[in-house]
């Protein structure tokens, strides 16, 4: 089978997926589903927040509700000769739950282990269907979406699981809104810095004004200025992002996770925004290796289906599984690059990407739980970790390549410069 990765999450045109049921880096439609620990210290808050003392927001969908709660401690710079901590970030796209308890299920599995992740909210999941033209989509007719709109309950669910998300500590990102793919006018490959503005502005209206959209008034408000708290996002199928970036940095985001093909090094800002790559891993029984995403698993085994034959499905699952451990292993036994997952909340190939998903955190949440410096946190929590390290020791940590150790190990590859003696008072 063909190595995808290069490519980035391409397996699928936008006419193709939705031929297919799916969007192209999103999720099987047939039912209405959607598609898809601390950088330091200990965490802070509860799990519930009070929320006696919010401010509404607007028309009250948001609110804001004071300092985020269960964080991690505030990041501080390396030591001289001080051994890098492995960072692991998993996210999810669309992030919308449509009855299949696969948000909460994650959300537990977090909770459990004293992690952070990032969850990418399609803003379209909280627009109902029935208020779709107010969704005025770059180079397409109003309302069009590659993606289905939810239906009122699955609204309701997927408020009630950002809202916790957030509360126990989780970033609330962007994965925009109709994700439009492929190589036509519509497409968000063509759509210009200014299209992306617009389509923005859009994602966050319908976060901020989901309650004169649908009409509840029986649903508390989510706990967040999402003006504030949207610094990141990830784009449809990992297209756009040379022209989303200068919009990016326009707004002040601190990074993008848009980027396709990225290998397991230490990131750069783009235009002065950290890109944080989806990364080229280890394929077991493969030469090739396979982009970080559950989607680009199942492309590479099954050659796009979500419904191929249920005797292919254990060995699959452990093959997904052993590809997310190679590629922490690597990592965390060579130069700590950090390791990045993406996800959707789905049910191919009868959910076996969701197990392959679980197990790899299992595995890489026992590490941090039997003494290793691994941390679990969302993108937003390792930018927070990356803006406060020397500038130089970031350069340096760049200079490692892919399953590079340090020359020397880390106390001496990241140790203060030796004095010299002849320039000693």
């Not at 969007?23 to 802070?44: I, W, Y």
């Not at 069009?144 to 669910?157: P, V």
């Not at 700590?336 to 197990?359: L, S, T």
Request: charged share 20%; hydrophobic share 35%; proline share 8%.
């Amino acid at each position: 089978m063909r190595d995808i990765s290069r490519r980035g999450l391409i397996g699928l045109g936008a006419g193709a997926a939705a031929a297919m049921g799916l969007s192209a880096c999103g999720s099987d439609h047939h039912d209405g589903a959607a598609p898809g620990s601390g950088s330091g210290g200990k965490s802070s808050g509860g799990a519930d927040a009070p929320t006696a003392t919010a401010k509404p927001i607007g028309d009250g969908s948001t609110a804001d509700t004071g300092k985020q709660p269960n964080q991690p401690g505030k990041p501080v710079p390396l030591e001289p000769g001080q051994t890098p901590p492995q960072f692991v970030v998993f996210s999810w796209d669309g992030a919308g739950e449509v009855g299949n308890g696969l948000f909460p299920r994650f959300l537990d599995l977090a909770k459990q282990h004293g992690a952070h992740m990032t969850f990418f909210l399609s803003g379209l999941y909280l627009l109902p269907e029935s208020k779709k033209r107010k969704y005025l989509p770059p180079n397409n007719a109003p309302g069009a979406s590659d993606i289905g709109y939810l239906t009122d309950e699955h609204i309701r669910l997927t408020l009630k699981n950002v809202r916790r998300a957030w509360l126990e500590g989780h970033e609330i990102g962007t994965h925009f809104n109709g994700h439009f793919c492929g190589e036509a006018h519509g497409s968000v490959k063509w759509w210009t810095p200014k299209q992306w503005r617009s389509e923005i502005e859009q994602a966050k209206a319908f976060v901020k004004e989901w309650r004169t959209n649908t009409g509840f008034t029986d649903l508390e408000p989510l706990p967040f200025d999402y003006d504030k708290e949207l610094v990141g996002g990830r784009t449809p199928c990992l297209l756009g992002q040379d022209n989303l970036l200068p919009t990016a940095r326009e707004l002040g985001w601190r990074y993008d996770a848009s980027s396709p093909g990225g290998t397991q090094v230490w990131p750069v800002k783009r235009q002065g925004v950290w890109d944080f790559p989806l990364q080229s891993i280890p394929f077991p029984g493969h030469s090739f290796q396979v982009l970080s995403m559950d989607y680009n698993i199942l492309a590479n085994q099954s050659n796009n289906s979500t419904h191929a034959p249920p005797a292919n499905y254990p060995g699959w699952r452990t093959q997904a599984t052993n590809a997310y451990i190679a590629g922490f292993d690597r990592a965390y036994k060579s130069n700590r690059a950090p390791f990045f997952i993406g996800n959707h909340f789905e049910k191919w190939n009868g959910g076996i990407y969701m197990d392959a998903v679980e197990n790899a955190f299992k595995h890489i949440a026992r590490e941090k739980e039997n003494g290793a410096d691994v941390r679990l946190v969302s993108f937003r929590q390792f930018a927070d970790w990356l803006d406060v390290q020397r500038p130089e020791v970031v350069s340096k940590l760049r200079t490692l390549g892919v399953g590079q150790q340090p020359t020397g190990g880390w106390k001496q590859f990241l140790g203060a410069p030796s004095s010299d003696p002849s320039k000693a008072a």
